[in-house]
């Protein structure tokens, strides 16, 4: 029912920045809590942030809290993920996902998008 395709990842140096995008499909966007999380090789995927269907509620992870923010246009069934500031350790494959309910939990997301990789260089 909601198909999620994100885009913008790419190859960047320490300290600079990023901005990720996720289209979703259908109009039933605005029904659903959006997350963005992330997998490292070898790692387990991580919650990286959040936001509530109207956007008034968010939640981020503490290794990214004042350096990424999530926003969100209903009317362009999309959301954004900017990353500034960023680190080597910020690279991996980040997943834009859905949800019923806003949530940090993996297991309340239904949809997922196909991944887009962000590599952070030294």
């Known amino acids: 029912q909601v198909q999620l395709v994100e885009s913008g990842g790419g190859l960047v140096q320490a300290g600079g920045s990023l901005r990720l995008s996720c289209a979703a499909s259908?109009?039933?966007?605005?029904?659903?809590?959006m997350g963005w999380f992330r997998q490292a090789p070898g790692k387990e995927r991580e919650f990286v942030v959040c936001?509530?269907?109207?956007?008034?509620?968010?939640y981020y992870a503490d290794s990214v809290k004042g350096r990424f923010t999530i926003s969100r246009v209903n009317a362009k069934n999309t959301v954004y993920l900017q990353m500034n500031s960023l680190k080597p350790e910020d690279t991996a494959v980040y997943y834009c996902?859905?949800?019923?309910?806003?949530?940090?939990?993996?297991?309340?997301?239904?949809?997922w998008g196909q991944g887009t990789q962000v590599t952070v260089s030294s």
């Open positions: 996902a859905a949800a019923p309910v806003v949530t940090t939990d993996y297991g309340g997301y239904n949809y």
């Open positions: 259908g109009r039933t966007f605005r029904s659903y809590a």
């Open positions: 936001i509530s269907w109207s956007g008034g509620s968010t």
